[in-house]
């Protein structure tokens, strides 16, 4: 039997604003923490492994814009880093970490109950653990069709990645 302790977290932070009119609004954050035992994907065994202390921080902007009673268009950013603290000669980066994301999209409302939504979504590249090469940056493109069936209930069809794109995100 093998003993594993909770990743503990001992430094967390986070800061944002909010402000808007009636037919926009945008949000920003920044935020950051420390974790005393990263967790990571080990791809030879296929699953996940605690690692070493690392350092995670990111900002965050979403913007929202209604040109329209019957459509809405969002869209935001976010920028992320990850590192581990101390000296390893694999390296600083903790792999399979998105260093940017980059998302938009719109909602069209034809009825009171019927709406469908395109959205588009950059997935900025990964460095894999030890730092040499990683995943290659990807574009998901999604498409959706929602019908409110009552207060309660709501009925929604999408189709992911509608492009077909093959990048291993």
Not at 58 to 69: C, D, F, K, L, Y
Not at 86 to 111: H, K, R
Not at 138 to 153: F, P
């Amino acid at each position: 039997v093998t003993e594993t302790r909770p990743a503990l977290v001992p430094l967390t932070f986070e800061i944002g604003l909010r402000w808007g009119e009636d037919d926009s609004g945008t949000t920003a954050s920044l935020w950051g923490f420390e974790v005393d035992d990263e967790i990571v994907f080990a791809d030879d065994a296929d699953e996940t492994e605690t690692s070493r202390a690392s350092r995670r921080w990111g900002i965050e902007v979403a913007h929202r814009w209604w040109p329209s009673s019957w459509l809405c268009c969002d869209g935001g950013v976010a920028l992320a880093g990850a590192w581990f603290v101390d000296d390893d000669p694999a390296g600083d980066d903790v792999p399979e970490t998105l260093p940017i994301t980059v998302a938009a999209g719109m909602t069209a409302w034809w009825t009171g109950s019927l709406s469908t939504s395109l959205r588009v979504c950059h997935l900025g590249g990964q460095p894999w653990l030890g730092g040499e090469g990683g995943s290659a940056a990807a574009t998901l493109v999604d498409v959706g069709l929602q019908w409110r069936l009552s207060a309660a209930a709501e009925f929604s069809f999408d189709v992911s990645n509608l492009l077909g794109s093959r990048e291993d995100v």
